[in-house]
């Protein structure tokens, strides 16, 4: 459990002719999260960007624009490529010289393109109108005479035949509809179109050339053919393109923004006619060593004050000016536990005055899913991919997911190999039915006919590991209970301690100490009863002193709870005990995974191999005992994926509903410091010392 990092407010004034310098600067000590002047705060308006952004707002919308005509996206592999390198290009019109390039190859891509589209139409309608006896220029250049070509859904033979003077062409299949022309007179068009439409009609435009529809059939498709040849060669020469400028393109589209985003910090900032004042927020730890390295950088230019540091109690937030008031968080975890900083943010932001949840989950959440995993076999592929979703990815969504994968599974392995005592389902010890009640399991002794020193038995429980399906299942229900006693209480402490620190004790213990008065009540007394109802524990002595001292405690807390929240804080009281129960899924999800492999065993290995211990382990013909072990591992692979979705999805669930609710009320605004990222781009040694 850990508290966000302190922060403390500088306001920061220099020389407004020198703010382009101060950027770079403030950008150097990555630590500045500046807080937004608002227009007439302090009689100052915002400031405007720097006059380059004009110019780098153009480039980066060509190279946005060339980006997307060339197929570049965002994961398109480019070897990086030095800032100084980069700046240069840019500098010297690089962006204009590729945009010309790219142009003039993607008008004669595109020019193609609308010839091969006019064409196609053009070959289209030939192949309708050479069923007719008719030249191609025959369809069109008339004064007085309209003619009208198109297909149709039925015959408008007999119909077109109360058209005077009108010479009608029509060629129908009863399947396949038709296609019809009409020679008509100009003022009777209105008339056979009208009759034409009756009949499904759609007009297709007459095409232009000479001769018969066959013969200038034959010579489209041939100007086809010739266009489609240099359309291959014009999208070769684009590809190329791609090629050749694909790490120019992405580093400038990386630097633009860069520069854009600098040239618009002063957007942010108050600034008058010859100075700026910027509010920031700073890591108190580094307060002195960021002022002492912005006025190295800038010399005279520049005067920092030290405004306050924030403190945990909320009264110093009610009473700060609104745009200071909220002071933002800046995770304060370890390396792993940074990892889990990306499962909080799925709720929230913690806020600056509570406790940073991450380090509960970093151990709750793997522990909760190894135990309900509890099988070697099954805990080997999941830490073997989640140490490679570490090695290989920086996106945070999967690095988080590779991070449970690969602490689950080493829990899951240390349950499965300490305490269980088992690997896909099977245990390692015992004789065929002995782990097993009723004895349908095989164990690896019994499965490989080897048997295993002493001391290997003696590193695990019981000498054979925990049986989830046998007679130790009550065991397993209660030690779930007890953990999630000890889950929802070190929910409840924490509550107790956030508001305890934003408030006062006093406040605390009306709002936190009577849940955890009336948890500890609830607890005490569903013991006394449950070992009166299923240990045979008599009503009497301890017993009955723990259901007095239960009953008292549930009812304290119940009244403290009562006179903070009022009578509704009463209802909430049966969903303690639903929450507790809720714990007891971890065992149960646990049993119906080794149900689930325990049968696939039985089916593979006892049913189509013959496998029995009374007879001893015979393998059968290799033609017959591979088959049947694919069929196995593919059978164990879906308890390995159901297993990921029903271990991981409620191991998370009692993070977010039991233990973070307790607590956690998030809604802090992230800490954004003025720093860059880069990705596509990278600094010389002589520039790291200016920008990380």
């Avoid at 608002?38 to 006059?51: A, E, F, K, Q, W």
């Avoid at 690896?444 to 695990?460: A, N, Q, R, Y």
């Amino acid at each position: 459990m850990s508290l966000p990092e302190s922060m403390s407010r500088i306001v920061v004034v220099g020389v407004k002719s020198r703010m382009e310098e101060a950027i770079e600067a403030f950008y150097s000590v990555r630590a500045l999260h500046v807080i937004d002047h608002t227009s007439g705060v302090d009689d100052m308006p915002i400031g405007t960007p720097l006059p380059t952004n004009a110019k780098a707002s153009e480039r980066l919308l060509r190279v946005r624009s060339m980006e997307k005509e060339l197929g570049i996206g965002d994961n398109t592999e480019t070897a990086r490529v030095p800032v100084v390198d980069i700046r240069g290009q840019i500098s010297s019109g690089g962006v204009e010289d590729v945009e010309a390039e790219v142009l003039k190859a993607l008008d004669v891509r595109n020019d193609l393109n609308q010839r091969i589209a006019e064409l196609n139409t053009k070959i289209k309608s030939l192949e309708l109108l050479a069923a007719f006896p008719i030249d191609v220029d025959l369809y069109s250049g008339y004064r007085s005479l309209a003619v009208i070509v198109g297909t149709v859904k039925e015959d408008p033979t007999e119909a077109l035949k109360a058209l005077q003077d009108a010479e009608t062409f029509v060629s129908f299949k009863k399947k396949e509809g038709g296609v019809a022309a009409v020679f008509v007179r100009a003022e009777d068009e209105g008339k056979a179109s009208s009759i034409l439409s009756d009949h499904g009609f759609a007009e297709i435009p007459a095409p232009d050339g000479k001769g018969a529809a066959p013969d200038a059939l034959v010579v489209a498709k041939a100007s086809l053919a010739v266009l489609v040849d240099k359309l291959d060669s014009a999208q070769k020469e684009v590809e190329a393109l791609h090629m050749k400028h694909k790490a120019f393109l992405r580093a400038s589209d990386e630097e633009l923004a860069i520069e854009i985003e600098k040239g618009e910090v002063p957007l942010r900032v108050a600034a008058g006619e010859y100075t700026y004042i910027m509010d920031a927020w700073v890591p108190t730890k580094r307060l002195q060593e960021v002022s002492a390295e912005l006025e190295s950088m800038l010399g005279n230019s520049v005067y920092i004050e030290f405004a306050e540091t924030r403190g945990r109690n909320l009264h110093e937030e009610d009473e700060a000016e609104e745009r200071f008031k909220v002071a933002p968080t800046k995770g304060n975890n370890g390396k792993i536990a940074k990892e889990f900083e990306y499962a909080t943010s799925l709720v929230s932001t913690p806020k600056y005055q509570e406790i940073d949840p991450s380090i509960l989950i970093m151990f709750f959440l793997p522990l909760f899913f190894g135990f309900m995993i509890g099988d070697c076999g099954y805990a080997i592929p999941f830490i073997i991919i989640g140490a490679y979703g570490l090695k290989v990815t920086r996106h945070k969504d999967w690095r988080a997911i590779a991070m449970v994968l690969f602490f689950g599974g080493i829990w899951s392995f240390l349950f499965g190999f300490f305490f269980f005592g088992e690997a896909l389902g099977m245990h390692f010890i015992g004789e065929h039915g002995v782990v097993w009640d009723p004895p349908v399991g095989m164990t690896w002794e019994g499965l490989l006919g080897v048997t295993m020193p002493d001391w290997f038995s003696g590193i695990m429980v019981n000498g054979h590991g925990v049986s989830k399906l046998g007679d130790q299942v009550g065991m397993l229900l209660k030690l779930t209970i007890y953990v999630g006693i000890v889950h929802i209480m070190i929910g409840y402490i924490c509550g107790y301690l956030n508001v305890r620190r934003q408030h006062n004790g006093k406040h605390a213990f009306l709002e936190k100490g009577g849940w955890i008065i009336q948890f500890v009540g609830v607890v005490v007394l569903a013991y006394a009863v449950t070992q009166s109802l299923f240990s045979d524990v008599p009503m009497e002595g301890l017993n009955l002193c723990l259901a007095i001292l239960g009953g008292v405690l549930m009812v304290s807390g119940l009244a403290v709870n009562i006179k903070s929240e009022g009578a509704k804080a009463g209802l909430e009281l049966p969903g303690v005990l639903g929450m507790i129960l809720s714990y007891a899924r971890l065992a149960a999800i646990g049993m119906s995974k080794a149900g689930m492999a325990m049968a696939f065993n039985y089916i593979v290995l006892t049913m189509f191999l013959g496998m029995d211990a009374a007879t001893g382990v015979v393998w059968p013909s290799m033609y017959i005992v591979i088959p049947c072990l694919v069929f196995l591992g593919f059978l164990h692979f879906v308890v390995w994926t159901l297993g990921i979705l029903s271990a991981g999805l409620h191991a998370l669930r009692l993070q977010f509903v039991e233990l973070m609710t307790k607590f956690y009320e998030g809604g802090g605004k992230e800490y954004e410091p003025l720093r860059i990222k880069r990705f596509r781009t990278f600094l010389t040694k002589a520039e790291t010392s200016k920008e990380v």
